[in-house]
Structures are given as C-alpha cells and as structure tokens.
C-alpha cells in the first residue's frame, strides 16, 4: 500500500527534527557551525555554545532571520564546571533544555613527539575534548534520563581510531570520546536515550591553525593537493543521525575524504606516493 491509498507516510530525517531543541557547543567556527546551520534549516531551535560570543551573535541573527527559529547563545568555556552547572540550571528554568546535545567543541594543540610535547598543550585538549564533554554530558543526561528520551551526538575523529605519529595525547583524547560514548550507551540501557558519534577525517575548519597556533602556512599545508571534507559534509552527517526515528541508535559513523582512505593514506594531486601527514 502506498501512502495516497491511506497509509500515513513515514516522517523524513528533516521533519523529525522540526521543533526539536537542538545544543551545539563550539557553534562560532567550523563544524559546530554548519551543524547549527542545518539544524535551523531543518527547523529546530537552537542553543549555541563557544568562547566568542560575538560571532554567536552574528550566526543567530543569520539564522532567526533566514529561517525564523528560535536561537539563544551563550558565551561559555566547557573547561569551566560551574559554568556549565550555572548555564544547565538557566536552560532548565527557561525550559530551554535540548532534545539534542551536540558535544562538538573541541581542539588540538601541536605535533609534536611526547617525550617533547607540552604538558599545558595536553592539558588544554583533555581539559577540552574530554573533561568539557563529560561536564556537559553529566549536566544535561539527567534531564534526558528523567523525560526518557534525547539524544547525545559526540564529535569524535578517526583520531579515536588509529594512533598516528606524533598525534599522542590528541589521539588518546579522542579514543575517550569513542569510550565514553559506548560507555554512556551501555549506562543508558533500558531509556530511551541514545548517544552516537560522528567521527571525521580530514576536514577543512580552523582546526589546523588551531593546532598550529595561527600559522596559516603550516595549516594550509594540511589541506594541499586534495579535497578534504567540508564542515557542511560532517554536519549534513550529525543531521541525519539526529534526525533517525527514536528506536534507531546509530553507534559510530566513521567519514574520510575520498582522497583520504586512513591517517596514513592520503592521496595529493601533486605527489606520486600516498603520504602520511596529518
Ligand atoms: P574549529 O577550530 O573550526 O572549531 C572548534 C570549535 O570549538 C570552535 O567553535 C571553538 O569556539 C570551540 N571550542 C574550542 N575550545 C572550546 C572551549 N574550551 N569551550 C567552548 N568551545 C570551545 O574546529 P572543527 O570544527 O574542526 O572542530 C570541531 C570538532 O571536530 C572538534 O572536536 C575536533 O576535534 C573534531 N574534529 C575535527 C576534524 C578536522 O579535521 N577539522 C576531524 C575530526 C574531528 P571558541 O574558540 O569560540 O570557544
Ligand atoms: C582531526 C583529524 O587527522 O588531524 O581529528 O586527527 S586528524
């Protein structure tokens, strides 16, 4: 039977996230970014989280302009606990609490071998990629516990799936990613809330110069002789996941640049030899 003679037609990816309330950390750049861009598209409202607010600012009124949602941010670093309890306890008495948390933020710093890495570099990627999102995640499932439902959509990396050189405490910052969120499902048995990661290759954000502190030379040296993925590409991913009915609950999803086949596969235009070079 097809849904003109009668049978109600199965709600699409996009329209299941209509009106959904939708939490992005580190929306100012990148990733995070084209994923509060997709989600306003789609129709879901928005809170959205960064260091610089400012550029918060001008992304929601882009987005309340263009698509009429409602977006609310707020200047946060996940680092900081009791920032992230006191802004919790804000959302919850607006009843602003999201139906999707998106625990995005998140950097790297240096390439460098361990024995001559930077204690304050590794400090600030687990401070960031994993204790930020263990302090959001803590604040917000018990909101999702209580009402049986949500969904938590962790940014994790191919990082979180091969050690590649000179990637150590970046590498293992992500392999916790992938860890908590197998253990988050496996606490969550028996709700129905869900929690998935999207884990990216290559792709081309202020990530690098992140990495390499504003040396945009060495950053774009990264991104030369191929086409990486794009941040629209991860948040177009990040938007499918979400948007699946609630008894489906997609684990990982692992995306590489075509050109990309692992971190130590990388096909540039310009060279006759697959590189390892990340
Ligand atoms: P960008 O540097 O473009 O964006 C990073 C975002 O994270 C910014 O919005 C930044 O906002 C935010 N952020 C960083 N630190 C904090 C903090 N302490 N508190 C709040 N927000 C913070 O990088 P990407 O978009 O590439 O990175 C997003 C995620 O994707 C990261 O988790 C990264 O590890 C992951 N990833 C990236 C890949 C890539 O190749 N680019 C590949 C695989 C995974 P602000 O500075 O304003 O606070
Ligand atoms: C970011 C991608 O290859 O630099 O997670 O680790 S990579």
Known sequence: MTPSQGEPSRPDSHSRLRGARVLVTGASAGIGRSSARIFADRGAHLVLLARRLDRLRGLRDELRDRHGVDVRVFGL????????????????????????????????????????????????????????????SRAILPHMVEQDSGHVINVGSIAGHIVY???????????????????????????????????????????????????????AEVYRGYTPLSPDDVADIIAYVAGTPPHVNIFQTVVYPTDQRSPYVLHRSSSNADEADT
């Open 77 to 136: 670093d996940v680092r900081d606990r009791t920032g992230v309890d006191d802004l919790v306890g804000k959302l919850a008495s607006e009843n602003l609490l999201p139906d999707v948390l998106i625990n995005n933020a998140g950097l790297s710093r240096g390439l460098d071998p361990l024995h001559e890495g930077s204690v304050q570099d590794w400090e600030e990627m687990i401070d960031t990629n994993v204790k930020g999102l263990l302090y959001m």
């Open 165 to 219: 050189p000179r990637g150590n405490v970046y590498n293992a910052s992500k392999f916790a990613v992938r860890a908590l969120t197998e253990g988050m499902n496996l606490d969550l048995a028996g709700t129905r809330v869900r929690v998935s990661t999207v884990d990216p290759g290559l792709v081309e954000t202020e990530f690098s110069r992140v990495r390499f502190r504003g040396d945009d030379e060495r950053a």
